[in-house]
């Protein structure tokens, strides 16, 4: 295993209860942080022995791997005209057939397995060299039992690929309706239940459901969400987005790591969230594009856990860079940028409930960013910062910055 | 003159009334649009002797060089540190010393000719890179006759570099006032209104006043805008951005180029810059920082022009991608694609009264930019998209779209 030493780092950016760390060095070994110091500190002697590189951070500011925890990244063409007619006004029903998540549903499964792929893979490349080591990835563009699960086995074969960040893999076949169940979501949702073991063996961890009007009731995703339980899947729930129909509640009720989006999120709803340690998933570019931004204020007041993602998806938002996200962030949910990196970090990880990451302190995994900039403000300055240098478990792939 | 043909455009956006023309072929005679044809048109006889390359577009979309109409590129340091304390709630008052503009003219005064001068052509490259072949640059954080001329002639420089955007250079000493002014905006005023003949001899092509409250005046405005224009200078104003103080009044009475930002605009307002034939410049960024939007309703009812800058600035945004600012006018602003796109061409164009440029037809400049899309919305969708190839006056400079 490689030792390594990231020494002159002008702000380490921690993730944990130490906040900043100025002056700070880094020591990695293999795939995990060894030991974190500052100023004239040094490694202790038998790690120190080891150090078989130096990389000096010339000052600047070093952060966690950045963890986008809500994308939709398995699909197959585009709907970018539609993008463009619903700008100039025109709804769904104007714009006529082939539009919103169907129009999706239908590439997408009549895409070769190994034009997915080849579509993912580049998109999931655009995450990592943006910053971001850890992505959530929704299926739910197939909405049939063996599409749903080829995408799951796509997911879980590449989420431990060095060449990628590291996936995090959500079945999500209550997404939408496919043409074939004819109107009958109860129907849909049951079957979709019914898949959730299949999932679990596919290498989902875990389950999600697009709860709210027009899509799943509570009743119906309540329904998948306790089946994905039952087979092992950790639950995640599309929350009181286009209106407030108890997605969060039920989100406290199943036990969900999180509810997402939470436009219409009231005090009560964040009460519950935090009581039953669920964390809030913010998407401020959909929350932009809605025009509707989530209750922040109450959901600080109820002491619950904030993540973000992009809500990458085929229709809406193409969003790769977790440092844009943070901008839109602070500048539209009116989060600090303190709050915002540390959503974009350990919140992440808190929303993935995997705890070895989103943090930069010993033991946890020897994912960073070494960014062009001195201190985090940067990242609301840049909009869209691009790293020096990302390393996911301790080795560097290249940051995509310019000279 | 090399001559060369773009084929296989499967939508050419060409800012014009022709609107898109799909399948289109776009011929170039050095650094000009010669001929622009669709399907199976070929070019003139005289023209087609002389191909001597073809560049297949593959299908995709191909724009004007987008415009940035609105940036203060010539600066030194940076206020990260600042970005994050107001995030968090601070005021400059409780942030204390080196805050705000003062703070980037004591580090632009400090710095030596050549880091500016790096710093600068950094910046402008990642705008060029970006698709941005044309960006307004104002000078304005040195406030002192010698910095801001030194400033000036800098910009003028490098306003025809190949390897940079094109520069429309404006003087904007009337940005802030310097501490030697203890105080005196009428005094500084005056002075600043004196150096506008030096400042047309250095290179510039327009002056600029930050009329608002906090800042200059109307008739401390006028003064500067009136010296600039006898001077040769074309006016524009920073108007009604932080309060309704009376500068798109102003930018119409004084006959300006365009009145920028225009948070707080009226309708009558509106119905004044439409009949002076001001531009309206705005900037979907730091109308998202400081949580207020133009009444664009207002404008497009008046007929007024739109076009879009970045506003780039040390203080508050880092923003290069005129495609991210595209996004965010439609997200932030409720413009359509279509008129985004439009307002990030020929807007720009009309704005810094430069006709040659942000169209695709014969006798432009062909500064082009060919994007990884088939479909404009394709800008609204990737919130920041990244060219594959942008040619400024014929001449290829690398997109950085990864592959």
Known sequence: MTVWLLRDVGRLFTGTGAGVIQDALVCVDGDRVAWVG????????????????????????????????????????????????????????????????????????????????????????????????????????????????????????????????????????????????????????????????????????????????????????????????AAGLVPRVHADELEHTGGAALAAEVGAASADHLLHVTPADARRLAAAGVVATLCPGTAMSIGTTPDVAALRAAGVHIALGSDHNPGTCGITSMSLVVALAVAALGLSVHEALLAATRGGARSLRMEDRGTVRPGSLADLVWWPAEHEGALAWGWGLRPRTVWRAGEGVAGDAGP
Chains 1, 2 share one sequence.
Do not use: M, N
């Open 38 to 229: 500052s100023g004239g500190a040094e490694p202790p002697e038998d790690l120190r022995r080891r150090v078989a590189d130096v990389v000096d951070a010339e000052g600047g500011l070093v952060t966690p791997g950045l963890i986008d925890a809500h994308t939709h990244p398995v699909y197959a063409g585009d709907r970018h005209a539609e993008v463009a007619a619903r700008s100039a006004g025109l709804s769904y029903g104007e714009l006529g057939g082939d539009t919103g998540i169907p129009a999706t549903v239908a590439t997408t499964r009549a895409a070769g397995a190994d034009d997915l792929e080849r579509g993912l893979v580049g998109r999931l490349r655009s995450w990592l060299r943006a910053g971001t080591t850890t992505v959530e990835a929704k299926t739910g563009y197939h909405l049939d039992h063996d599409g749903e699960l080829a995408a799951t086995r796509l997911l879980a074969r590449l989420a431990d690929d060095p060449s990628l960040p590291r996936l995090s893999v959500t079945f999500l076949a209550a997404h939408a309706l496919p043409a074939e169940a004819a109107g009958d979501w109860d129907a849909y949702a049951r079957q979709a239940a019914g898949w959730s073991a299949d999932a679990a063996d596919a290498g989902a961890v875990a389950c999600d459901a697009f709860c709210d009007t027009g899509y799943f009731t509570v009743a119906q995703s309540r329904e998948v969400l306790l089946a994905g339980r």
